[in-house]
């Protein structure tokens, strides 16, 4: 059995910085792309940032410039180093993973509450 654990979420201020964390467990033989989604109040879940193995990168648009995806690979870890934080960041952040164990196959985490506010 696979699972993905989320930690680092919590309460910031704007402008400030948090940083999450994703630690994939199991009988797992390979992991490819690595992703945060987002999921606001009333709002569908969003691509946050992508990572492949080779650690290529991909943002969206609203986070470019102020999120910073990065995985270990030796650790099954995928971060978001969050900067700049501004309250439309507010959600909760879910990791997701494409991972083999030992067929290919989607994974979520638990969701961790990012809340940006003064």
């Known amino acids: 059995q696979v699972q993905l654990v989320e930690s680092g979420g919590g309460l910031v201020q704007p402008g400030g910085s948090l940083k999450l964390s994703c630690a994939a467990s199991?009988?797992?033989?390979?992991?490819?792309?690595m992703d945060w989604y987002r999921q606001a109040p009333g709002n569908q879940r969003e691509l946050v940032a992508v990572?492949?193995?080779?650690?290529?990168?991909n943002y969206a648009d609203s986070v470019k410039g102020r999120f910073t995806i990065s995985r270990d690979n030796a650790k099954n870890t995928v971060y978001l180093q969050m900067d700049s934080l501004k309250p439309e960041d507010t959600a909760v952040y879910y990791c997701?993973?494409?991972?083999?164990?030992?067929?290919?196959?989607?994974?979520w985490g638990q969701g961790t509450q990012v809340t940006v506010s003064s």
């Open positions: 990572i492949t193995t080779g650690g290529s990168t």
């Open positions: 997701h993973a494409i991972i083999r164990a030992p067929i290919p196959q989607a994974y």
């Open positions: 199991g009988n797992i033989i390979s992991i490819y792309n």
